[in-house]
Nanobody, 128 residues
Framework: QLRLVESGGGLVQPGGSLKLSCAVA????????????IGWFRQAPGKEREGVAC????????KYADSVKGRFTVSRDNAKNTVYLHMESLKPEDTAIYYC?????????????????WGQGTQVTVSS
């Protein structure tokens, strides 16, 4: 079983930046290694959960939703078992709870139904 813990959320002014972290831990690391996609999702009040970005197990391939393309960058440091979401030029509509999740099949597709383990989320608020 994997445990995912997000951090780095907070209040930021429009146009500002934040860097979220997703720390991944396994009770049995020999079972999972690093062979899983990590996806970032967000959910705003009254809205459905949206796939924001994802990155494959090697970190070579990342995908982004059109709404964040050019502003968000996802990366991973497998030595630290951590995945990052660097967000720039933030807009009020980016306000949401941000979640990271792991797909053990490493499909690298930002669709929530493909993901097996989820973190508890971190709040991001973009407001002046």
């Amino acid at each position: 079983q994997l445990r995912l813990v997000e951090s780095g959320g907070g209040l930021v002014q429009p146009g500002g930046s934040l860097k979220l972290s997703c720390a991944v831990a396994s009770e049995y690391p020999e079972d999972y290694g690093e062979y899983y996609t990590i996806g970032w999702f967000r959910q705003a009040p009254g809205k459905e959960r949206e796939g924001v970005a994802c990155i494959d197990d090697s970190g070579d391939t990342a995908k982004y939703a059109d709404s964040v393309k050019g502003r968000f960058t996802v990366s991973r440091d497998n030595a630290k078992n951590t995945v990052y979401l660097h967000m720039e030029s933030l807009k009020p509509e980016d306000t949401a709870i941000y979640y990271c999740a792991a797909d053990l099949d490493d499909k690298n597709i930002p669709i929530s139904q493909f993901y097996d383990y989820w973190g508890q989320g971190t709040q991001v608020t973009v407001s002046s």
